[in-house]
């Protein structure tokens, strides 16, 4: 039931000329995880502090603020491949993996049922 003067939660608010942005609702689809070269074995950094917290909790992540940091992310102390084959299981799929420097990182993708 919808209060007078609210919409109803949608998975997609529409936009001027018919460009549809998704809602929060419906959850984040994309993730990156990262870990630096020299350890492999972990920690391996899942998300930032806007990361959905029900996979950031599924994970076992814990939120830190680096010292001089003005954001917060989620850290792990599994390798990325524990965390891979995690959240293979809840639907994620990689889509793109690279090096940047001393960082390995991954590009994650849900399909969202809309």
Known sequence: ?????????????????????????????????????RLESG??????EFSDPEVMNYLGARKTTMLGNNFSEYHVDDPPRVVLDKLEKWGFRVLAM???????????????VV
Request: aromatic share 6%; glycine share 12%; net charge negative.
């Open 1 to 37: 039931q919808v209060a007078e003067g609210q919409s109803p939660k949608r998975p997609f608010e529409s936009f001027p000329g018919g460009v549809k942005e998704r809602s929060q609702e419906a959850g984040m689809p994309y993730l990156l995880i990262s870990t630096q070269i």
């Open 43 to 48: 920690p391996t950094n899942v998300g930032d």
């Open 98 to 112: 690279t090096g940047v420097g001393q960082t390995l990182v991954w590009c994650l993708h849900k399909e969202l």
